[in-house]
């Protein structure tokens, strides 16, 4: 090749490498309801940002994990995902996600501190944090304080024999089915299995552990609520409009997340609102742990802008774009300090039912981190619905939900045994 050829090929190469250092468009993938309203919250960054634009990509709950993995696949990954934090796991293990103590090293604002601890422990699987919270939620109680009174309980129940006592005395007030805890959900016995002291899977997560005391405790529970005729044997579908019924009174409890503040407050006529409170879960001796849950925001490694989606993750966990993302969604935010913030003349955290939340959030406890947990907790639910129905007894299903998991997790101990070998 000519001099001159050489000259005009390495200046078309400049200009090409000058115009993907310009482009910078940060492609921002989010799911659900939170897609639509973040998207509301670039402007503000992009003109404390000049020359980046984010491109928020917005995808179905539904189909968002095969979405990322096939893009991993395909190396397709955009610069910055929203991911729920049991996919966290798996997106590790990949070795599809930036880590991000570097990045938090260079910016003390956001201090591990400033996070509640069992919602901080999801973002690290394996001792490397892969993600930052974004929003949090947990499973309380949603109760009609005004059946408890009638039914002569004057204090929340705040362990679990408190707990028996208040049904039990609702049911001799005509409440009778006064728990609503739904088949298809697996959260209220995760809860319950998390207040124990033991793992719901040992070894590091190599076998189940559910024939163990903690789990057995945790599900001896919770099918107690269906023998004594206490909750309904049928799932969220079969319960209809579970909004009207509560406001009927045809259940004086029942566990959710932070949604459903919203839900309630629209659904339920004006002369029930000072009816209901949220209200933390009770646990064996006394108030108890629950789950830790909400979606975190992750950087991916084949990223060609990490700074500037860095800079938007930074952004977006500013305690004041937290709390103005809990105006826009209800989605609960991360940040301590955004719960002290000023909000309607008070706090969130003195918010009428936030409030519990808040309390919950201190006491919250991170499912195993192994990428196959949540094929692991919906056959958890499963075993347990067949427990309900009487396909199986207690002992019956801790043995074969732990001869199960073994085999789920059958390719997990020959990785890890092979990566010690």
């Known amino acids: 090749m000519r001099r001159r050829d050489l000259l005009t090929a390495a200046g078309a190469a400049a200009l090409a490498g000058c115009a993907r250092d310009a482009d910078k468009t940060l492609r921002f993938w989010a799911m659900g309801r939170e897609s639509e309203v973040v998207a509301e919250l670039m402007p503000a960054f992009e003109r404390e940002h000049p020359g980046v634009r984010v491109k928020v990509e917005q995808l179905p709950w539904t189909a968002a994990h095969e979405k990322l993995l096939t893009a991993f696949a395909g190396d397709a990954t955009p610069d910055l995902a929203q991911v729920g934090n049991t996919w966290l796991p798996e997106m590790q293990a990949l070795g599809a996600l930036e880590p991000l103590d570097p990045w938090l090293a260079r910016t003390p604002a956001l201090a591990a501190a400033d996070y509640f601890d069992g919602i901080w422990a999801t973002n690290a699987p394996g001792g490397q944090r892969v993600g930052l919270p974004w929003y949090v939620d947990t499973r309380l109680m949603f109760v009609r304080q005004d059946l408890l009174a009638r039914a002569g309980?004057?204090?929340?129940?705040?362990?679990?024999?408190?707990?028996?006592?208040?049904?039990?005395?609702?049911?001799?007030?005509?409440?009778?089915?006064?728990?609503?805890?739904?088949?298809?959900?697996?959260?209220?016995?995760?809860?319950?299995?998390?207040?124990?002291?033991?793992?719901?899977?040992?070894?590091?997560?190599?076998?189940?552990?559910?024939?163990?005391p903690g789990f057995r405790t945790a599900l001896g529970f919770y099918l107690e609520r269906f023998q004594r005729g206490e909750a309904p044997a049928a799932s969220e579908v079969q319960i209809g409009n579970l909004w009207q019924e509560f406001g009927r009174g045809s259940f004086a409890f029942y566990l959710s997340g932070p949604w459903d503040i919203g839900e309630f407050k629209r659904r339920l006529?004006?002369?029930?609102?000072?009816?209901?409170?949220?209200?933390?879960?009770?646990?064996?001796?006394?108030?108890?742990?629950?789950?830790?849950?909400?979606?975190?925001?992750a950087v991916f490694k084949r990223s060609r802008h990490k700074p500037e989606a860095w800079a938007l993750i930074s952004y977006l966990s500013r305690p004041d774009v937290q709390l103005e993302f809990y105006r826009l969604t209800g989605d609960l935010p991360a940040r301590r300090s955004a719960w002290a913030l000023p909000l309607n003349g008070a706090t969130l955290a003195e918010d009428r039912h936030a409030a519990a939340f808040h309390r919950q959030l201190q006491r919250v406890r991170a499912a195993p981190a192994v990428p196959e947990w949540e094929r692991i907790e919906k056959e958890m639910q499963l075993a347990a619905t067949r427990a309900v129905h009487g396909v199986t007894d207690l002992d019956t299903t801790v043995r074969e939900l732990d001869a199960l998991v073994d085999g789920i997790l059958e390719k997990r101990r020959w990785m890890l045994d092979r990566a010690v070998a």
């Open 153 to 212: 309980v004057k204090d929340m129940p705040r362990d679990w024999e408190a707990w028996r006592e208040a049904l039990a005395r609702l049911r001799r007030h005509g409440v009778d089915k006064p728990i609503l805890l739904p088949t298809n959900e697996s959260a209220p016995l995760l809860a319950l299995a998390l207040q124990q002291p033991g793992e719901v899977l040992r070894d590091g997560g190599r076998y189940g552990n559910f024939s163990a």
């Open 269 to 297: 006529p004006p002369e029930l609102a000072d009816a209901w409170i949220t209200a933390e879960l009770p646990g064996p001796t006394g108030l108890g742990t629950s789950t830790a849950g909400g979606a975190s925001l």
